[in-house]
């Protein structure tokens, strides 16, 4: 995976003539912000979450060791991985310091090639990470958000429209007997159905909060937040009669047959509050995905 993204570093030294040879060493490679003070280097830390911190020990005010501590005890900047360039060199230091929670230690004077290689070992695991991270959010198959993806972004918004006591509308999905269509023109022709369908997501939903997700086999699943349920209604209907148009090439042995298929909605919407937990928003979701298969598919209910 490629990613032409610029790493930033925050720099910590109280001595401007060390943050000079720092900065000449790794700019304009990585962007750079500098720190003198352990305060700063905190504020810093937060406004700017660096990708990469490295940090001096002896600082005028707060010690870099419990700068680091902080640095572990806060949500936002646990997971950024510090490397601290200390004149200490003792062994205590060293071992005090990877007992902290650095991931490295590189004692003053230090070679500018080791500095060097050394923070970029670990932005290359920090790049790692982000890969695997983002993989787990992904389904493979159709390249939306997985249902883990769902689940964590539904309470965020869950969260931030109860904040704002605005809506969020949540539309449940499934295709219609899907178990035909596989059975008809077989799996490799289902998973493209399903690719088809998640094309007819992407090209109907035009607000950059919209979230399509795959929940598994042949059911998704839209958030829709700061929507109504008459907007809800309306992006509902329109995906219920741009899947019901859509035509899909079916590649079966003797020809290329056009095929077509259609998909259930249940749509709810609601300004949460004390009176329905996240859970139970969606539980109903589902009831009405359930109402519309039973009035005959191919339609939306609410
Ligand atoms: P209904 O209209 O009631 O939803 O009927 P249905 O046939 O769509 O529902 P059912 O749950 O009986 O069948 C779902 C089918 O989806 C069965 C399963 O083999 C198929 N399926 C699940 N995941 C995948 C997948 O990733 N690819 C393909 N091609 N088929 C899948
Ligand atoms: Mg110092
Ligand atoms: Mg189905
Ligand atoms: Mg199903």
Same mark, same amino acid.
């Given at each position: ?37 352990? @305060?700063?280097?905190?504020? /810093? #830390? +937060? ?6 911190? =490295? $940090?001096?020990i002896i600082l005028p005010d707060i010690n870099g060791f419990d700068v680091l501590l902080q640095l572990k005890q806060l949500s936002e900047t646990r997971n950024i991985p510090v490397i601290i360039v200390s004149g200490l060199n003792s062994e205590g230091a060293e071992e005090k310091g ?56 539904? @309470?965020?918004?869950?969260? /931030? #429209? +109860? ?6 509308? =949540? $539309? ?51 958030i829709l937040p700061d929507t109504t349920m008459d907007a809800a209604l309306s992006v509902a209907e329109k995906i219920r009669s741009a899947v019901e148009k859509a035509r899909i090439i079916a590649a079966v042995p003797e020809a290329d047959i056009e095929t077509s298929t259609s998909i ?39």
């Amino acid at each position: 995976m490629e990613n032409h993204q610029q790493f930033t570093l925050l720099v910590v030294d109280d001595e401007k003539t060390n943050l000079m040879v720092l900065h000449k060493i790794l700019y304009p490679e990585y962007n750079i912000i500098t720190a003198t003070s352990g @305060e700063e280097a905190l504020s /810093r #830390a +937060i406004e700017h979450l660096p990708d990469l911190i =490295l $940090l001096d020990i002896i600082l005028p005010d707060i010690n870099g060791f419990d700068v680091l501590l902080q640095l572990k005890q806060l949500s936002e900047t646990r997971n950024i991985p510090v490397i601290i360039v200390s004149g200490l060199n003792s062994e205590g230091a060293e071992e005090k310091g990877f007992f902290f929670g650095a991931v490295d230690y590189i004692t003053k004077p230090f070679k500018n090639t080791i500095v060097k290689a050394r923070v970029r070992t670990h932005l290359q695991t920090v790049q790692n990470i982000r890969t695997i991270e983002k993989l787990g959010m992904i389904d493979t198959l159709t390249n939306i958000a997985n249902r883990r993806s769902f689940n964590e972004r539904i @309470e965020m918004e869950w969260r /931030r #429209a +109860i904040r704002k006591q605005v809506p969020i509308s =949540l $539309l449940m999905l499934d295709v219609d007997r899907f178990k035909i269509y596989n059975d008809t023109y077989g799996h490799p022709q289902g998973d493209m159905l399903l690719r088809t369908i998640t094309q007819v997501f992407t090209d109907t939903l035009n607000r950059p909060g919209d979230m399509p997700a795959r929940l598994g086999g042949e059911e998704f699943a839209i958030i829709l937040p700061d929507t109504t349920m008459d907007a809800a209604l309306s992006v509902a209907e329109k995906i219920r009669s741009a899947v019901e148009k859509a035509r899909i090439i079916a590649a079966v042995p003797e020809a290329d047959i056009e095929t077509s298929t259609s998909i259930s909605i249940g749509v709810i919407s609601t300004v949460p509050g004390n009176e329905e937990s996240l859970a139970s928003f969606i539980v109903r979701a589902d009831e009405y995905l359930y109402a519309a298969k039973n009035s005959g598919r191919n339609r939306v209910c609410s």
